[in-house]
Every structure is written in structure tokens, then in C-alpha cells.
């Protein structure tokens, strides 16, 4: 599953990447530009922008329209919509910046290429194959897992939402078949008495 962000979706995209998922960035802020490369690369939009997303779906373009606020539950919303998860991290992250894959490599690899203090105090680095950004990780890795850590919360939280009224129908459902039991009628078709 591949996905494309318009610039509202921009801090969602990155965190989409950080755990695993391709999420391309957008070429432009140009909405036609972004229907035309989310039908190029055959992409699902990302988008807040309620307009550019109903000419999105009339365009035969997947779109998903974001209900939730802030960063963590708008990842989490994404993650459960599409049936996705948050375990990835940080064994299959993708670049932040550009999406693409990161390789973890040997520290004398990236010597020179990084602020010498970073080179000196870490032995974790990680390059882009894409963009060729190099990661390692740093003073903000403990922010990062935090964040992390509320996103799956919130996915945890939809998920048993979801759950609860899946059973809650299911409940009502049965209960309306009794129900018609009770009044002597037959069980509606797909339902036990």
C-alpha cells in the first residue's frame, strides 16, 4: 500500500515513514499536480482538504480524508483505516525526508559526512539509498520512541473502539432475532434464533 501527502498531511507523512509505511512526498503544492502523480504512481492521497479530496474520489482516486486531531491520532486514524500497524519501527523505517530505503551501515562509513561529535558518541547510523541522508540515533531518539508510543496507543484505542461496537451490533443483532422469536416470527435471513 502506497500513499502520497498533500503539504497538510506533510508531519503525518514523515511520522507514516518512520514506521514503515511509503509514503511518497508531494512533487508540488499544486492540487493537480497532486491528483496527477497520485494517479501516476498509483497512490492513496492523504489529504485534510476536503475539496481536493472529493475531486480526488471523482477523479477514481483513492483519497482518505483524515477526521481526527493532532499528530498522534491522525497517524493512528490512517494505521487503522487501511488495517495497518506501528510495529515497524525502527526495523523498517523509511527515510523521513524523501521515503527512501534506509540501510543501517558500518560508523566508518559515514566519517566526515556528520558532525564530528555525533561520529564520536554514536555506533548506530543508518544511510538513505534514495537521498542518501544519514541517521543515527541521537538526543531527540527518546522523542521520537515517545511519539511513537502515543501513536500506537491511539491505534489501540481506535482498534478496541471498533471492536466494542462490532460486538455492540453483533449484541443488537441477536437480540432483534430473539426479539422476533419471542413475538413468534421467523429470525430474519443470516441470523440464529
Do not use: Y
Amino acid at each position: 500500500m502506497r500513499f502520497l501527502t498533500d503539504v497538510m498531511m506533510k508531519k503525518a507523512g514523515r511520522w507514516l515513514r518512520m514506521l514503515g509505511h511509503d509514503v511518497e512526498p508531494a512533487e508540488s503544492e499544486d492540487d493537480d499536480a497532486l491528483l496527477g502523480q497520485a494517479r501516476r504512481g498509483g497512490l492513496i492521497l492523504l489529504t485534510k482538504d476536503v475539496e481536493l479530496h472529493e475531486r480526488a474520489q471523482k477523479a477514481g482516486i483513492q483519497s482518505f480524508l483524515p477526521t481526527k486531531k493532532g499528530n498522534a491520532k491522525e497517524v493512528a486514524e490512517i494505521l487503522a483505516h487501511f488495517g495497518l500497524n506501528a510495529d515497524n519501527f525502527p526495523s523498517r523505517t523509511r527515510c523521513p525526508e524523501c521515503n527512501g530505503p534506509l540501510k543501517e551501515v558500518e560508523k566508518k562509513e559515514v566519517e566526515g559526512r556528520i558532525p564530528q561529535k555525533s561520529f564520536e558518541s554514536h555506533e548506530r547510523f543508518w544511510v538513505c539509498g534514495k537521498g542518501g541522508h544519514i541517521f543515527w540515533e541521537g538526543a531527540h531518539w527518546k522523542n521520537i520512541g515517545e511519539e511513537v508510543g502515543k501513536i500506537r496507543e491511539e491505534l489501540a484505542a481506535i482498534r478496541g473502539k471498533i471492536a466494542a461496537e462490532k460486538n455492540l451490533a453483533a449484541t443488537r443483532g441477536e437480540l432483534s432475532a430473539g426479539n422476533e422469536m419471542s413475538a413468534g416470527k421467523e429470525p430474519a435471513a443470516g441470523t440464529e434464533g
